[in-house]
């Protein structure tokens, strides 16, 4: 099982990007997907999460700019980010709990991480 996450980049304060993260290999069903941030010097994050059934939830510092939603036939979970500031800088992290199979456990698998710089 493979999370190939991408869309990040430079943008200006005030500007959007979109991250998607999709999920590849041997997938049964894929329960909670979810971006987490980490920035230079701090911990990682919980950025935002959805559920299968596209209950979501966000960190304070992101709530009305970011949204997360999910493709669930192509196994993506995106992140659209408005509204962007300086200090959403940081590297982006796609995670998902997900099955191989009907009768396995659920397991968590990051993705590779995709920077987002946003200048003043």
């Known amino acids: 099982v493979q999370l190939q996450a991408s869309g990040g980049g430079l943008v200006q304060a005030g500007g959007s990007l979109r991250l998607s993260c999709a999920a590849s290999?041997?997938?049964?069903?894929?329960?909670?997907m979810a971006w987490y941030r980490q920035a230079p010097g701090k911990q990682r994050e919980l950025v935002a999460a959805?559920?299968?059934?596209?209950?979501?939830n966000y960190v304070d510092s992101v709530k009305g700019r970011f949204t997360i939603s999910r493709d669930n036939d192509k196994n993506t979970v995106y992140l659209q980010m408005t509204s962007l500031k300086p200090e959403d800088t940081a590297v982006y992290y796609c995670?998902?709990?997900?099955?191989?199979?009907?009768?396995?456990?659920?397991?968590?698998?990051w993705g590779q991480g995709t920077l987002v710089t946003v200048s003043s």
């Open positions: 995670k998902a709990e997900l099955r191989s199979t009907s009768w396995s456990s659920y397991v968590s698998y």
């Open positions: 290999g041997s997938i049964y069903s894929i329960n909670r």
């Open positions: 959805i559920t299968s059934g596209g209950t979501t």
